[in-house]
């Protein structure tokens, strides 16, 4: 390189430095990076700066041509620290440079398209710059991404291969390493950047094969991955290893990979025919009172639909349209255990459903309904049965739950043994009774409040209690089956 270049390029170095970069238009999927750029060099522009986020190992095609005018390009590309990896003028006597740069380490690399001369120079016109992804070399240590396939060799003296990925939490991957030549028995290893093993296969389940495969591998935690491509015993040979993203990768496109939610969050996102349904988790603790609410967005035509399950996702709440319009909403649910729960944001129909568009989730806790309930009392859920004694020592039991305005409730009161004249009551949050009940039936001596509309939303109380009245015995004692139900209203 003469002096004059070398000037050049120093002084094109340091003003890379503080130069404004443009990202070149990459593949969102990160399976792939490749884009076109247009630009314009004269003399008061004489070098555009872009960057380019690559991969150790990985090969880029540059394909910079002149367009119009006498532009003479110049292609140059610095690693993130100053270190020029590529430097190229004319390719062949052609007006354009056309090159294949490997690259050296994982990082970002700045790309500059300049005029022959630079500030210095003479030629003006505009260009086409061509970034294309060729592929990984196989060699040990290149890093990988989706979609990528490499070939390796296994034997006495190179024993174990390993690769890099970069993975984001909730990515879904399959990694399959198969035999090609040898006798080669393959073993796969994935560790985290802790060196920690997360996933190991010796031979694929469920196949006659001695070929190794990791199937849905989630990844907890967005940071560097390693494969290690090994052997089982002393086999040797070679493999083609491949690391794959499955259609529902990504967090909250799957019940595997749900994406985090808190109280008080509001969550924005869409469904699409091919995405109708999308999940999140959360931490509630018992009692609990929470809200769920699924709008729908700016654009689209969604009929959201909700469901909350529990942590094994046994449906526990789902709702249509309790929101305004086709909006979804879950009102006013109490947890009934400490726990994790799910949300499962989907449309009317789910997969045979025929709306899709944006939409905005939000999780909401409201004030503890039990807060002001007296010490020892235990809350019931609709469903709920329970067991308790009457005598001169109890003469009465008290139970908490929450209603809503409208919901219809039974309550029941059956004698197992003793001669209990049985007594129930029930009281609002201000435990003043509302209604009550003595005998179910002439000459029967269990209670039952039947098909009972509440008249507000709030804590609601049931006295469980013995008759105390003149007409009979008011000291009868015995054991007692109470049930709390929900009826259709």
């Known amino acids: 390189m003469n002096r004059f270049c070398l000037f050049l390029l120093l002084a094109l170095l340091a003003s890379v430095v503080g130069a404004q970069s443009r990202e070149i238009n990459t593949d969102e999927t990160r399976i792939k990076h490749e884009g076109l750029i247009s630009g314009n060099l004269d003399a008061d522009n004489a070098r555009d700066v872009y960057f380019v986020d690559g991969l150790r190992g990985e090969v880029i095609r540059f394909e910079l041509t002149a367009t119009a005018g006498d532009l003479d390009p110049v292609l140059a590309v610095f690693d993130d620290v100053g270190q020029l990896d590529l430097y190229r003028d004319d390719s062949a006597g052609t007006s354009g440079v056309y090159h294949d740069l490997t690259m050296q380490r994982t990082g970002r690399y ?78 796969l290893r994935v560790v985290d950047s802790d060196r920690f093993v997360i996933a190991e296969n010796d031979d694929q389940p469920g196949a006659e094969t001695r070929n190794a495969r990791i199937d849905a591998l989630i990844i907890q935690e967005t940071g560097a991955y390693i494969v290690m ?73 969604l009929d959201s639909f909700l469901y909350l399950t529990d942590s094994g996702f046994t449906p526990l709440a789902e709702d249509d349209d309790s929101g305004e319009g086709q909006n979804a909403k879950i009102i006013d649910f109490r947890i009934p255990v400490a726990g994790k729960y799910y949300i499962i944001a989907t449309r009317f129909d789910g997969n045979v459903g025929a709306t899709s568009g944006a939409y905005r989730l939000s999780l909401e806790l409201l004030d503890d309904p039990f807060v002001g309930v007296p010490p020892g009392t235990i809350s019931l859920d609709y469903g709920t049965s329970i067991t308790g004694l009457i005598n001169g020592d109890n003469q009465a039991d008290t139970y908490a739950f929450y209603g809503r305005q409208g919901e219809v409730v039974s309550i029941s009161m059956t004698r197992v043994d003793g001669n209990l004249d049985a007594l129930l009551e029930l009281l609002n949050g201000a435990q003043e009774v509302v209604t009550r009940n003595d005998d179910r039936a002439a000459n029967d001596q269990n209670a039952l409040i039947d098909n009972f509309a509440l008249p507000v939303t709030g804590t609601y109380y049931i006295r469980a209690r013995r008759y105390a009245g003149t007409d009979g015995d008011p000291d009868t004692s015995g054991s007692y089956s109470l049930v709390l139900a929900e009826r259709p209203g």
């Open 110 to 187: 700045f790309v500059v398209v300049g005029r022959f001369g630079y500030d210095l120079g003479a030629t003006s016109g505009s260009y086409d710059l061509r970034m294309t992804r060729k592929g990984v070399l196989s060699e040990r240590g290149s890093t990988l991404r989706y979609g990528d396939s490499v070939i390796g060799t296994i034997s006495d003296t190179n024993a174990e291969v390993y690769y890099t990925f970069q993975a984001e939490q909730g990515d879904i991957l399959t990694i399959s390493m198969l035999r090609s030549s040898g006798t080669l028995d393959p073993y």
């Open 229 to 301: 491509a090994t052997r089982y015993d002393d086999s040797s040979g070679s493999f083609v290893l491949s690391v794959e993203e499955a259609e529902n990768s990504g967090t909250g496109n799957s019940p595997q990979a749900p994406l985090p939610i808190n109280f008080g969050d509001t969550r924005s996102a869409s469904l699409s025919p091919l995405q109708f349904e999308r999940f999140y988790a959360f931490d509630a603790s018992e009692n609990d009172l929470i809200t769920i609410s699924m709008a729908r967005g700016d654009s689209g035509n």
